[in-house]
């Protein structure tokens, strides 16, 4: 009799140890499925704020180009020094507009961002300081035209470039 009670209690603890192990794969399966769908719908969700905030880098980007500024803020009755004051302060306005955006980009690009408006600004300060501040606002526009012209290239086109070639990456 005392084997028969052994071998119904090893049998008893197999069933439950094959009970156990075979409930715990089914749940991690489980767990598994719904951690994937919980991916799939957080994609779903994200992926349209994420390329929202590479469109808004990219107006950004657009807004700050020393050419848009001048089309934007040139007036006839403007110095120098005031033209010079007014695009610094339209950097800085787009830029507090759009700061949030770094959450939906990665840091490279976000950086990357920051980078160029403070290359904006050091592009327009270059240029002003080498205008009389007293004169029409058109000398300085010229100045600032003439060394885009020169510099062949927007401070802003490569950033652009970037944030494009990462926006794409969330399609392929």
Do not use: C
């Amino acid at each position: 009799m005392d084997d028969t009670v052994i071998i119904i209690i090893a049998f008893g603890i197999l069933l439950l140890a094959s009970m156990y192990l075979t409930l715990n794969r089914i749940l991690l399966a489980a767990e598994r499925r719904r951690n994937i769908e919980l991916l799939k719908s957080s994609k779903t969700l994200t992926v349209p704020m994420r390329l929202q905030a590479y469109e808004r880098l990219i107006l950004f980007l657009e807004r700050i180009s020393p050419d848009t500024l001048l089309l934007k803020l040139k007036s006839q009755a403007m110095t120098n020094s005031d033209l010079h004051l007014a695009i610094l302060q339209q950097i800085r306005l787009e830029y507090e507009h759009n700061i949030s955006q770094q959450l939906y980009v990665s840091d490279k690009v976000w950086a990357r961002v920051k980078e160029t408006k403070e290359r904006v600004v050091m592009f327009v300060n270059d240029v002003a300081k080498h205008s009389n501040p007293d004169t029409a606002s058109i000398e300085l526009a010229k100045q600032i035209l003439d060394k885009l012209m020169e510099d062949g290239e927007s401070p802003v086109s490569e950033t652009i470039k970037e944030i494009k070639a990462e926006a794409r990456k969330m399609f392929f």
